[in-house]
């Protein structure tokens, strides 16, 4: 017994050492992205940081509901997560594939006896089926690889996760922004269906020109237009929210024309800490595992593979003596493969798990450096539209006093109507411009926040 322990000892060193020489030790590939950010230092402040979650990020009401109602509802989210569950699976196949299986085993056999009659032979017992015993981790490289694949269906669903709140969260601020266009567009029309009425009336009286009539139809029959674009805008946004949330958006959460949705900001840290806080690219890192161990799985193919068959049970050859004395025994029988001649198969093997890491790999630093792209366009974004805001923001302030004006001047017969035609397109022009900029704005801080990582967990 001793002896056995010593040999079953050595054989367990002698599997675990081979695996490890089969499979090449992973390491993780340098970052190709720079250290910094390129933008300036205000903008992109240095050190660790830790991303919030979105329930913080999210500081809006009516907003935070939106989006815990597309967790629970959205399809390709409900689809990313039964993936994890299949792929689980997977891998519990490759984990048990290095166990034996151990079956029940039942057979009977009549045929015709060489001198007249019949023989009977009749069986029982428990059979282990084909076992490979692991000898050179080939298994062992499988079940890493399944592992790993399991875990990268995890960083998908998380990455599903932070792109569904991120798309929603664009999607209602563009409701917004459709509400607030369409309460500015019908105040525009009513200042000109306005202008339009005292223009008829003026002209009826020989005070006004046909030149400034057919001005005042023509900018009243415009913001109708603009009133019919905006409207159908605003219910295709609202289609779009209700595909992401996965159901009809309850009215009350949709938002109103002076609903000001507030997002808490986010510290953008330094370009390393995106390795463990983006999940996509933990995804294609734990994608370039499994490709790594699949090589460990092709290497062991070229040496012996090592399988046991055993049963224990009872034979006879009446059925009623099938459990009787001397009727039992077993068998065992073990077999090692190696390939001689396979025409390059194991070789072409080996060559497509090798390739396969160098495209794990490439496919890894892609995905860091489109991470980097998109943090540094959203802080670029963010870097400048604070400015481009506070100039829209005067601009429409400016036309404002300048329609006031000009239309003071007409009512006092200092100047014709149309400065007053132009002051209104010019200020709606303006108010246009600002609620987009400030779309873009609030937009942007959704893109970073996305492109850094946050937003999965609740």
């Not at 090449?24 to 991303?51: D, F, L």
């Not at 709140?165 to 607030?180: D, K, N, R």
């Not at 006004?208 to 029959?221: K, M, N, P, T, Y």
Request: net charge neutral.
């Amino acid at each position: 017994m001793p002896g056995h322990g010593r040999l079953a000892s050595a054989l367990l060193l002698t599997t675990v050492l081979s695996a490890c020489s089969m499979m090449p030790t992973y390491e993780r590939p340098a970052s190709p992205v720079p250290a910094a950010w390129p933008v300036a230092e205000a903008a992109a402040p240095s050190g660790p940081a830790a991303v919030p979650v979105w329930s913080s990020f999210v500081a809006e009401p009516k907003l935070r509901e939106v989006i815990a109602l597309a967790l629970a509802q959205n399809r390709d989210l409900r689809v990313a997560t039964l993936n994890i569950e299949q792929v689980r699976a997977q891998y519990q196949i490759r984990r048990a594939d290095q166990f034996p299986t151990v079956n029940l085993a039942a057979s009977g056999n009549r045929q015709p006896a060489s001198g007249g009659g019949i023989n009977s032979t009749y069986s029982v017992g428990f059979a282990l089926s084909s076992w490979e015993i692991d000898f050179f981790g080939r298994i062992a490289s499988l079940k890493e690889a399944a592992l790993a694949q399991f875990l990268a269906s995890e960083e998908a669903q998380r990455a599903a996760q932070t792109s569904l709140v991120a798309s929603v969260a664009s999607t209602w601020l563009s409701v917004q922004a459709s509400s607030e266009l369409l309460d500015v567009t019908q105040r525009s029309q009513r200042t000109r269906e306005e202008s339009l009425r005292l223009i008829r009336l003026r002209f009826d009286n020989g005070a006004a020109s046909a030149l400034d009539l057919r001005q005042g139809e023509s900018l009243a029959a415009s913001a109708r237009a603009s009133l019919a674009q905006i409207q159908r805008q605003r219910a295709q946004d609202i289609n779009a929210l209700n595909l992401l949330v996965g159901g009809a958006v309850p009215v009350a959460l949709l938002p109103t024309a002076s609903d000001a949705a507030v997002l808490n900001p986010v510290p953008a840290g330094l370009p390393s800490e995106l390795l463990n806080r983006r999940a996509d690219i933990r995804q294609a890192e734990q994608q370039l595992v499994a490709a790594n161990a699949n090589i460990g799985a092709a290497r062991a193919a070229f040496f012996p593979r090592i399988s046991l068959t055993a049963s224990l049970g009872t034979a006879s050859s009446d059925l009623s003596g099938l459990f009787g004395s001397g009727s039992w025994g077993f068998t065992l029988a073990p077999q090692a493969l190696l390939p001689i001649f396979d025409a390059g198969r194991n070789q072409a093997n080996l060559q497509v798990a090798t390739v396969s890491r160098d495209i794990a790999v490439a496919q890894y630093e892609k995905a860091i450096q489109t991470a980097f792209r998109e943090v540094a366009d959203a802080l670029a974004a963010n870097a400048t539209l604070g400015e481009q805001l506070s100039a829209q923001q005067a601009l429409a302030q400016a036309e404002t006093e300048r329609l006031r004006l000009a239309d003071l001047r007409y009512r006092n017969g200092v100047a014709n109507y149309l400065d007053v035609l132009d002051a209104q397109r010019s200020l709606f022009a303006a108010q246009q411009s600002l609620t987009q900029t400030r779309l873009i704005e609030k937009q942007n801080q959704v893109a970073l926040y996305k492109a850094l990582g946050g937003g999965w967990s609740q």
